[in-house]
């Protein structure tokens, strides 16, 4: 079932002022839905309509699956045979699948970047990834909200529960680790600029 809103909450989910959405309503531009009461409402089908999204019958359900070298490509295939054995045992019907090398913290991997612009067009109804950082290493809370307002459900398949201390201790180590390999790569360029 489609999610409810009301005026209100329909104008800040479309980026349109409420009397613009009173003035359509009155002209029958974009009628609203009423109930019984007279309350006007609206729902998901009319964002989906308002904004040129996909129609919710043709939104696909995607698994991402992501690690960050070459060398891990064993890795890779075990998250997909995962990711697989979970959705079959959950009944899920996968549309798409989407695997890819790069580094967490890069947000310039096309994949990545394909799978953002299908999420903002409204062309994912369900995003499946096996840990957060196979999606991005910082910021997923972010992505959680762009997600959350295209109208797609990101399901992280294995919650882990870190203290902060334990969290904050496995960013750092993320960070340095992306940065060293930087500087291994630069090495490279040391004969250019001698």
Known sequence: MDKVYSIS?????VNVSMSTLRRWDASGEFPAKKRPSGHRYYDESDVRKLLNLTPEE?????????VSSHSQKDDLAFQIESMEAYCLSA???V???VKEIGGGMNFKRKKFLALMDAIVAGEVKRLIIAHK??????????IQH?????????EVVNQE???P???????LLAIVHTFSCRLYGMRKYRKDTE
Do not use: N, P
């Open 161 to 163: 529960s870190l203290s």
């Open 133 to 142: 950082d196979r999606l991005v290493r910082f910021g997923f809370d972010f």
């Open 146 to 154: 762009l997600a959350d307002r295209h109208g797609c459900e990101i």
């Open 58 to 66: 043709m939104r696909k359900v995607i698994v991402y699956c992501r």
């Open 91 to 93: 009944g899920i019907a």
């Open 9 to 13: 909450e329909f104008a800040e989910r």
């Open 165 to 171: 201390q334990e969290e904050m201790t496995e960013d």
């Open 95 to 97: 549309d798409e699948w």
